[in-house]
């Protein structure tokens, strides 16, 4: 199936307006679920929406909630999302952390009490857009052991960082060796094995059975420094913001108990450094310095962090989505029960 990215875009927008989102909630969450999947990343992309529309049909979010903010110190700031949309709390925390980096020079917004926000890169790219390094983490649904543990604790914990400027360089990265979600995504695809080092069993032994690692432990990133680097994430956007923490978060594919996601928005205003051009200008030097390296056996080109996702932007620009039978069928089935018309393949 493959449709182009305005119809997935109403599409989605269609059915969270059917479940009782507002206009400008189902907006923002279509846009970020369609940005993710035009840049490849359909592990973020519309495969989620299924979920979000089972989490609120259930009141396990609460669609109607701005949240607040609970102090302003400075630069800094702390933000009650009081269980609403994910991507809206992220809307409103960017806003903040613009604002206060442009009065200051940096800032740090941190959430508590939010909900699943689709892909960080959106997050950091909205504050790239507005002339900052955009840095954007949060914790998540336990998934992952610690390190030499076999016992769930940690999320995958997103850390992304985006410069401004066309293409200049975007980081969106988990700090196990894949999000859950490629995983889901094979299994949506009838793959009944994913590579090696992406996931282990109950027991921590690793395994590439697909249903297995669905039932298993994600493996952290680069094992006890991937671990670290969770922990560190852990620290800055649930235990700075005073919220949920490790084993107290809900699930978003187990409605039962609030998700309670932490997040943490950092803004660093340029100009405060150098102006615009010349930051441009340094990072294309850098990245072609970076690329002038010869392709190591097996590689025709060292790419950098973006690269292959602003490929995929433009090819799935001109050419459509594609979307996963399993994915396709869960949103049809969605849309028979909202009542929503489904569009036709383009």
């Not at 969450?29 to 259930?58: C, I, K, M, T």
Request: glycine share 10%; proline share 6%.
């Amino acid at each position: 199936m493959t449709i182009s990215a305005p119809l997935l875009e109403k599409f989605a927008r269609d059915l969270m307006l059917a479940a009782g989102v507002s206009q400008p909630k189902a907006v923002l969450v279509a846009n970020s679920l369609v940005a993710a999947n035009l840049r490849g990343v359909d592990s973020h992309g519309v495969q989620l929406l299924p979920f979000y529309l089972e989490q609120f049909a259930v009141n396990n979010i609460d669609i109607h909630a701005d949240g607040h903010v609970c102090s302003e110190n400075g630069a800094c700031l702390t933000y009650d999302g009081r269980n609403g949309i994910g991507q809206w709390i992220s809307d409103i925390c960017c806003g903040h952390a613009v604002r206060l980096a442009k009065a200051h020079g940096a800032s740090v917004v941190v959430a508590r009490e939010s909900n699943h926000f689709g892909a960080a890169a959106f997050w950091s790219q909205r504050m790239s857009a507005a002339g900052m390094i955009g840095i954007t983490m949060c914790n998540a649904s336990p998934l992952v052991a610690p390190w030499q543990g076999k016992e769930t604790r940690f999320g995958t914990n997103p850390i992304c960082m985006a410069l401004p400027g066309p293409d200049t360089w975007l980081l969106d990265m988990a700090t196990t060796t894949v999000a859950l979600g490629k995983i889901i995504n094979a299994m949506n695809n009838g793959r009944a094995e994913i590579p090696p080092g992406w996931a282990m069993d109950k027991e921590g032994v690793p395994t590439t059975n697909t249903e297995t690692a669905l039932n298993g432990l994600l493996m952290p990133l680069g094992g006890y420094k991937g671990s670290g680097l969770a922990m560190m994430v852990e620290i800055l956007s649930a235990v700075l913001s005073g919220g949920a923490m490790s084993s107290q978060l809900g699930a978003l594919r187990a409605p039962g108990q609030p998700m309670r996601v932490g997040q943490v928005f950092l803004a660093i205003d340029i100009t405060r450094f150098m102006p615009m051009e010349t930051l441009v200008e340094r990072m294309r030097t850098l990245v072609s310095l970076v690329k002038s390296s010869a392709p190591a056996s097996g590689y025709d080109e060292v790419l950098v962090a973006g690269e292959p996702e602003w490929r995929q932007q433009a090819l799935r620009t001109r050419e459509g989505i594609p979307v996963s039978p399993g994915v396709w069928q869960a949103l049809v089935e969605a849309a028979g029960q909202l009542g929503v018309a489904v569009p036709e393949s383009v």
